[in-house]
């Protein structure tokens, strides 16, 4: 899967999540390696080796 595609919910492993002030925070990882850093108000992922990041408000 290409990282500007969105990724199959099922496909990612939550990695790490906490709790903020303003939410929960977690962050998953695909297989093919792209992050996504979820939020109640965005998500935005990240790819591997790339310094662009995407979000989706």
Known sequence: MH????????ALTVVSSHRT???LVSYLRCACGVWEVRTSRMVATAAPGGRSIRTID
């Open 3 to 10: 990282s500007a595609d969105q990724h199959d919910p099922l």
């Open 21 to 23: 002030s303003e939410g």
